[in-house]
Each structure stands twice: as C-alpha cells, then as structure tokens.
C-alpha cells in the first residue's frame, strides 16, 4: 500500500479580487467558482484531493500549511464538511508571517515525516500538494491524473522524481508559466519536462499553442518528503536551515471538538520571519531538469482556472444568452458579456459591455473586464491610505462568531454581534472607550469587573472604559447583541486581552 499525504497549500490574499477578497478573509475561503456545490476554493481543494484514496492508495492527515490569522477560518470550514468527509482529519501548519511556498512546503515535508515506522525509522509519504484557490469542472479527470502522477513517484525508487500537473492550454495566456515536455508519454501518461519557462509575452504565448508541447504550469506537484527535503538543502540551503530550525523550535495544540479533532502546529515565529521567501518553482522545481532529480509531467485537462482575476471568475461562471454571470440581488438589462456580483443590496446594470461590478457592504467596484488584473492597484492605494477596507469586510468572522460594523461617527460604533453556542470572547479590557450591550436573541452571560450576569431579550448593560469583561453564550442557540462604543478611540487594537479560548491572549 502506497502512503500518500494531501497538502494543501492556504496562504497568500487573493488581492485581484478585492473587495470580496481582503486579507483577513481571502479568496480561497470564498465561494467563487460558480457550481452548485456551495463549497469555497478551500473546501473544493480538501474534497478532491481526499478523493484519490482507493485501496492502494492510503491517505494520511491533510496537512495544511496557512495563515495564523487564519487559522479559524480553515477550521470552521473543515468542520462544515465533516458531513461529506466523515473522517476527515487535518493538521493546520500555521505561518506566524507570509514567505511563499517554498518554506510553506518544507514545514509540511518535516510534518509528514513526524510518524515513525514499526522499525522506528522515519515516514517518507508521497506529498501531493495543491494550492488553497483553483477550481476545477471535471472531477474525475483531475483524480485519474493526480493518481498517474502518484503512480509516477512511486515507481522510482531511487527516490529523485518530481511529478507535476501541466494544465492543457486553451488560449496563448500571458499570465502563466509553461512547462516544456519532450519524448513520449509513459505508462502512466508521464512525459519528460525538458524546462520550464517565465511568463511569456503575447506572441511568445502564441508559439507556445501553436507548437503543442507546451503546458501551463498548474502549481500542483507530486514528490516524496524526502526529495523535497534534499532537493531543497541542496539548492536552497538557506531556506532549508532557516525552516529546519523554526520547525524544531514548533509548539503544537488542539483544536475543534472530539468529534472533530484538528491539530495546530506553528513553527517558532521570530526564527520563522528570518527565512527567506521564495516559490517552490523559482527554490527547486525550475532548477531540477537536467540535475539527478527527474521532473515528469502529466497532462491535466478538466477545466482547471486559478481564478486570478475576475475575469477568470466571469470565464468559469453561468453565463446567460448573453453571455453575462450574476451573483445575487442583480438586474440587467441590454447588457453584455459582464460580471455582477451583488453581495447584499440590489445591483441594476444597464447597457454595459465586459465590465466587472462587484458591490459589498463598504465597496464598490466597477472594471473593464480586460483590466481586471490591475484592480491589485486599488489595493496598493488602500494600503498606501491605511484604509480598513483593505483588510476587512463590514461584517467579521471570528472564532466565537462574527460582528457587523452597522454604523460610526464621530466617538461612536454600533455593532451586530453573534456569539456561537457555548462559545465566548476573550476577558479584555479596552483604554479607550465604553460599551452598551443589548440583547436581541438569546441568553448572555456577562462578566463586568467583579460581577457575572446573565441577560436575557431586550435586556442590557453597561461596561465602563478600563472595565475588565467578557460575553459569552451559554445556551444552545445562538446569542446576538447590538454593542454601541463611545469613547475617543474606537480602533479593533485597543484590546487587551487576559484569557482567551482560541489562544489570543
């Protein structure tokens, strides 16, 4: 029986799909794609790569390398498909800052080799490894290819042959790397990659089609821990040393529940932020043809889009007779070839060609379909701006629940909070404002300094500024309150926490 470990790779922020991607929610938590499944980029990754077991084929804990940010999001995602994936079982790898893939990959390689075999030696699992934010319409053809590639890897036992997803081009795009094969196919459909090459520009792009043995490079990889491992020391021994040493220095706790239990790792983070950032193409993969690792490729044609843009969401969408994609509450009319996405208020459109609108509670945008790429500069300019919207949506997710933002002006903020069953914030304390608690639905139960109350409907208290507290549901229903802030400061960082559940103190 061959050991395979899924890998799913969570991070980055999605910024070309700004305003529903920001990077305290990005887009691979979101729900883009378009099919029937309801499911976010997230989960359709997790599904189809736990869906190449078979009885050959053993899968372990998908290890997911992301975000410590983000870490609640992945989770109550994970949970929501334990209906689908009954013995569903992960372990969240948690980067303390962003360094790219490369480094995101070796703290999976190191973690896939934590189990021991009965001899005591050290497991050496084939990594098959996708990214968090891909979509792909045809299922079965992307499990017979992942399986091929599977196959591949573990027929060399010499342990140096590197598998990949080369993705069958539809259009000379510029906004890819290609992989050139050579040779023919073999048993497993495997051909040899003779190089890879950047981005090209148009015409480049153009060749490439018409030539037939080049591939898009799908950033989907195939591999044993322990080539990566070795590959990566002897190319990058930076990033190998800096990562080895982060990883040793990990501390490791639980989450979830015991029906769903999921494990937190997270590398030492000050040792962590040293190691350099590079991709695993640009570390490793790009270097190997021609060296003693083999680089094989197989062909994926199932409708793959990484969804970098828009315009790629308008591409993968229901188009209607006139070829436009709605979202929402949206109404058109005379209108062609256009992106509506309406998140919650009414959307009407009237006469437009290619363009992409996207409405949220706090933005708008409106592009031409063919610039869609460059919505990453209104993002450079919020940042430039320090603007929250950014990195955050009016309405929050957080680990006990989510607040909505209703509205602020000048020393003051209403919020619509919710609070989960059995859930709880944490016991804070805030410098510079006080807050009035109201109860719309269900039971609170509220420390205020010395005292713990328990509120019911249309009741309400107050927390003077500098007054310990905390809100927590102790019933089986949800819990929502309207919180009103005054004070002269109303930031989301004036929070001083004392006891947290999620680790937040």
Known sequence: MTQVTPVILCGGSGTRLWPLSRSGFPKQFLVLSG?????????????????????????G????????????????????????????????????????????????????????????SAEDPILVITP????????????????????????????QTI???????MSPQTGYGYIQRSGNAGSNHEYTVKQFVEKPDAKTAQAYLDDGNYLWNSGMFVLRASTWL??????????????????????????????????????????????????????????????KYSVKMVELDAGWNDLGAWDAVWQVGKQDEHGNVTTGDAIISNSRNSLIHSSGRLVSAVGVDNLIIVETADAVLV????????????????????????????????P????????????FKVKRIQVKPGAS???????????????????????NGDQVITLTENQSTYIPQGQTHRLANPGKTPLEIIEVQSGSYLGEDDIVRFEDTYGRS
């Open 35 to 59: 099919d029937d499944s309801g499911q976010s980029l997230f989960q359709q990754a997790v599904a189809r790569i736990n869906a190449i077991a078979t009885p050959q084929l053993h899968l």
């Open 61 to 120: 804990k998908t290890l997911i390398v992301t975000n410590e940010e983000h870490r609640f999001l992945a989770l109550e995602q994970l949970r929501e498909m334990q209906s689908e994936f009954k013995n569903l079982k992960a372990t969240l790898l948690l980067e303390p800052a962003g360094r790219n893939t490369a480094p995101a990959l070796s703290l999976a390689a190191f973690q896939s080799m934590v189990a021991k075999k009965a001899d005591g």
């Open 132 to 159: 968090a934010d891909q979509t792909v319409t045809n299922s079965p053809a992307f499990t017979g290819a992942l399986q091929n590639c599977v196959a591949v890897v573990d027929a060399d036992q010499s342990n």
């Open 163 to 169: 598998a990949i997803l080369g993705i069958t081009p």
């Open 230 to 291: 070795a590959a990566l020391k002897e190319f990058r021994a930076d990033i190998f040393g800096a990562t080895e040493t982060a990883w040793i220095a990990r501390t490791t706790d639980q989450a979830g529940t015991a029906e769903f239990d999921v494990t937190f790792v997270r590398p030492d983070k000050e040792i962590f932020k040293s190691v350099p950032g590079e991709s695993i193409d640009y570390a490793v993969i790009e270097k190997c043809p021609g060296s």
């Open 367 to 398: 592009a031409d379909r063919a610039n869609s790429q460059d919505v990453k500069n209104i993002v450079t300019q919020l940042e430039a701006q320090n603007r929250e919207e950014k990195n955050l949506h009016r309405k929050v997710a957080r």
């Open 400 to 411: 006990w629940g989510w607040y909505d933002s209703v509205d602020e002006g000048e020393r």
């Open 425 to 447: 914030l944490s016991l804070q304390m805030h410098h510079h404002r006080a807050e009035h608690w109201i109860v719309v639905k269900g039971v609170a139960e509220i420390t």
